[in-house]
């Protein structure tokens, strides 16, 4: 089951499209529109692939589909450079699961079952937090690594970095508080909502990714053993 969330002509709507659940896509499609987001479906993964944009402001990707899984699904719209929100759907509820769907770019895991009420609120936490990083619109540099907010775009040495929300948040995070040592509990404070429920680990992914891309700089993310990380240039 694959959905996606877009952007309508008018605002900040969305779209969502899926899948091979036709009672889950009902219910979905049902209180998404009441909840004032505009609706499309894809029925399995190669359709969502086809129909994937750089618009779209949330996607909600199945982990169980037809053809290629969610998980696919995701590292093909990661390896686009799209650095769209990505929400799993699964009814899997082992570590191993949500770890690879943090490995591949996933944003959020939500398990079934769930609320809609949940989802809808976790679209909108999400949605808040990327207008919220946006809105200050602020280009922050350390020697040859720069982020702008704005445009959630990462640069280092004049090339971008292909960073999903999560990993990009957290960066920005580090940089705008540089040499501050944060434990990995407040790390998940700071960079998932407080409702949302991830592992330690999770944090310890997201750091792995963002160091193997930032290649001979990836020591400016610092693991202090015992304690938690910090973002420590060397000028």
């Not at 998404?32 to 987001?37: D, N, V």
């Not at 540089?178 to 997201?206: A, C, G, K, M, Q």
Request: include cysteine.
């Amino acid at each position: 089951t694959a959905y996606e969330i877009m952007p309508s002509l008018v605002g900040s709507e969305m779209c969502i499209r899926d899948s091979d659940e036709p009672d889950i896509r009902e219910i979905l499609r049902y209180n998404l529109e009441k909840a004032g987001f505009n609706i499309t479906e894809a029925v399995n993964g190669d359709d969502a692939l086809d129909k994937v944009s750089k618009d779209l402001d949330l996607a909600i990707l199945d982990i169980m589909m037809p053809g290629r899984d969610g998980y696919e699904v995701c590292r093909k719209i990661r390896e686009q450079g799209n650095t769209v929100p990505i929400v799993f759907l699964t009814a899997m509820d082992r570590e191993f699961d949500e770890v690879r769907g943090l490995e591949v770019g996933g944003d959020d895991y939500v398990r079934k079952p769930f609320s809609p009420r949940m989802l809808i609120a976790r679209i909108n936490a999400i949605l808040r937090r990327v207008d919220q990083i946006s809105s200050k619109g602020t280009s922050i540099s350390f020697g040859d690594l720069e982020i702008n907010t704005l445009t959630y775009i990462a640069k280092l040495e004049g090339n971008e970095l292909h960073l999903p929300r999560k990993e990009f948040e957290l960066l920005a995070f580090f940089m705008n508080q540089p040499n501050i040592i944060f434990s990995r509990e407040e790390l998940l404070s700071r960079i998932w909502e407080e409702d949302v429920f991830v592992v330690d680990r999770t944090i310890d992914v997201h750091i792995n990714r963002i160091r193997s891309k930032l290649g001979i700089y990836k020591n400016w993310i610092e693991t202090v053993k015992g304690v938690g990380y910090r973002f420590r240039p060397k000028q």
